[in-house]
């Protein structure tokens, strides 16, 4: 069995340098082959130096690969281009891989019927987390709770999060590879390729699983934790939805181009995040409906004003 692992990385070696030495020293089952690529999406700092760094690691492989065009997506689906083995992994270069996390890989594809899983997100923190993070928005600073394992299927109350995935070669050769029109691209902030790439994964019956125990620790900056970081995820979430949505239509009810429900969520939100500012110890619970409303903002603007191509042409 073989095993490619993805690390997309700008500008972060300082943090690179903790995923790969993580890496390098989880366990491999004796079966597995494994080589760590590293792509460069035009960093300015020491990257190239760092991946140097490590050398030729003894059991395993680690390849440089740098990628022009900016982007999140370029970058995953440079390093997919880059590599020839059976199996595709992704990490961020902000995260540490759990020690066991290539052996569940290898036993989980073990079982021929599975084409890809994906697992969860541990916290990482580099500051105590304050007691205002609004609950159901753990996405936001990158915090994905274990869930019960669960076919990654239509009803799946999730994404298949690039961060911490694997995926079989023939799958991206039979339903191509991440979108370039959504992703981080250098300033800017449209997102939702992983969405996209799992509603393709669920209308093409592609057979996955939700592993729990396939595990990575996510380093949440302090910068992140701050209201205001929290609002303009959130949004420009919400708008990377409404550009998805033009092409994409979920199966709810709309009005004027927009799901219904995320009308009810921003009105009972307004009402409700009112509501709780009398009570000191809701704070999260206030914030988190606050954040309803830009949700529905940023998924309007997405919709029906923003220009994707002068977006890219700007952001960058």
């Given at each position: 069995?073989t095993l490619?692992?993805v690390?997309?990385?700008?500008n972060?070696s300082h943090?690179?340098?903790r ?18 690529i590293?792509?460069?999406n035009?960093?300015k700092?020491d ?7 490590f050398g030729k ?6 390849v440089y690969v740098?990628?022009?065009q900016?982007?999140s997506?370029?970058s995953?689906n440079?390093?997919i281009?880059?590599?020839?083995s059976?199996?595709?992994g ?21 079982n ?7 697992g ?6 580099s ?9 159901g928005y ?5 915090v ?5 394992r ?9 994404n298949?999060?690039g961060g ?8 991206y ?13 250098g ?6 390729e ?6 393709r994964l669920q209308?093409n ?8 125990d ?9 910068e ?9 995820w959130?949004?420009?979430r919400a708008?990377s939805q ?5 092409e994409?239509?979920?199966n709810f ?12 969520s ?14 000191p110890r ?10 309803a ?8 603007y997405?919709k ?9 042409a700007?952001?960058t």
């Amino acid at each position: 069995m073989t095993l490619d692992v993805v690390v997309p990385t700008y500008n972060r070696s300082h943090l690179l340098r903790r995923t790969i030495q993580s890496l390098l020293a989880a366990p491999i089952p004796a079966y597995l082959q494994v080589t760590i690529i590293v792509v460069d999406n035009n960093s300015k700092d020491d990257t190239a130096q760092a991946v140097a760094e490590f050398g030729k690691p003894v059991d395993r492989s680690l390849v440089y690969v740098r990628e022009l065009q900016q982007g999140s997506s370029h970058s995953r689906n440079a390093g997919i281009a880059a590599g020839r083995s059976e199996l595709i992994g992704f990490i961020d270069d902000d995260e540490e891989i759990e020690e066991n996390w290539f052996r569940v890989v290898a036993r989980e594809f073990a079982n021929p019927d599975i084409d890809f899983i994906g697992g969860c997100y541990l916290a990482n923190w580099s500051a105590p987390a304050p007691e205002w993070l609004p609950p159901g928005y753990h996405a936001a600073i990158g915090v994905v709770p274990p869930k019960p394992r669960a076919p990654f299927d239509s009803k799946f109350a999730g994404n298949l999060m690039g961060g911490n995935a694997v995926v079989r070669r023939s799958v991206y050769e039979r339903i191509g590879t991440y979108s370039t029109r959504l992703g981080r691209s250098g300033k800017g902030l449209l997102s939702e390729e992983d969405a996209e790439f799992c509603r393709r994964l669920q209308a093409n019956s592609v057979p996955g699983m939700y592993v729990p125990d396939l595990a990575i620790y996510h380093y949440i900056p302090g910068e992140r934790l701050t209201r205001h970081y929290h609002r303009r995820w959130v949004f420009w979430r919400a708008v990377s939805q409404g550009v998805l949505d033009r092409e994409l239509k979920e199966n709810f009810r709309y009005i004027f181009g927009i799901p219904r429900y995320k009308f009810g969520s921003a009105l009972r939100g307004i009402v409700r995040s009112l509501a709780y500012r009398f009570f000191p110890r809701k704070q999260g619970e206030a914030f988190a409906n606050e954040l309803a409303t830009w949700d529905l903002l940023g998924f309007i603007y997405g919709k029906h004003f923003i220009r994707i191509e002068k977006y890219y042409a700007t952001s960058t």
